[in-house]
């Protein structure tokens, strides 16, 4: 169990920063387009996106080391999150201003790809309830990894509203 906790607190952080990129870029992409349609169209490539990697990651799941799997996760949504945004620090500001502009709609995809990648975690992490922890405990970390995500998604609501 003490091992699953730790892996939970580290989910949590991962699970919360894709969250709140996520977040952050929807509301970004009104403020900087003032196009509703844009936020539609940046919800729909997520949705997308998940849609077409959710059994890519479930097989990764299935058939790889977690760890390894987990690891490779964080590190591609580090490395998207950090050219996305050397990508938008390289651009003028004006770049992304307007729904037609190529520079949006490539940050866009950087950061989807980013936070897509991330969400590895909310695929592994029920499979690893059953790995990492004894069958008369699994009640209580199902518990925690509710409680965990409803976290993530309350700090997310609350950051982002502010």
Known sequence: MKTFLQLLGV??????????????????????TKSVIATS?????????????ANVFGAIIDHQQKKQALLGSSAATLLLF???????????ESAFA?????????????????????????????????????EDERVR????????TGISFAITSVASGL
Request: charged share 0%; net charge positive.
């Open 11 to 32: 989910a949590l952080i991962a699970v919360t920063t894709n969250n709140f990129v996520w977040f952050a870029l929807t509301f970004w992409a009104y403020l900087a």
């Open 41 to 53: 169209v940046v919800a729909g490539v997520w949705l997308v996106s998940s849609i077409f990697t």
């Open 82 to 92: 950090l050219a996305g945004y050397l990508f938008f620090r390289a651009q003028p």
């Open 98 to 134: 307007t729904v037609a502009s190529v520079s949006f709609w490539v940050l866009v995809l950087i950061l989807t790809g980013g936070v897509i990648a991330g969400s590895m975690y909310n695929i592994a992490m029920p499979t690893l309830v059953a790995v990492l922890v004894a």
């Open 141 to 148: 970390a199902n518990g925690l990894l509710g409680t965990a």
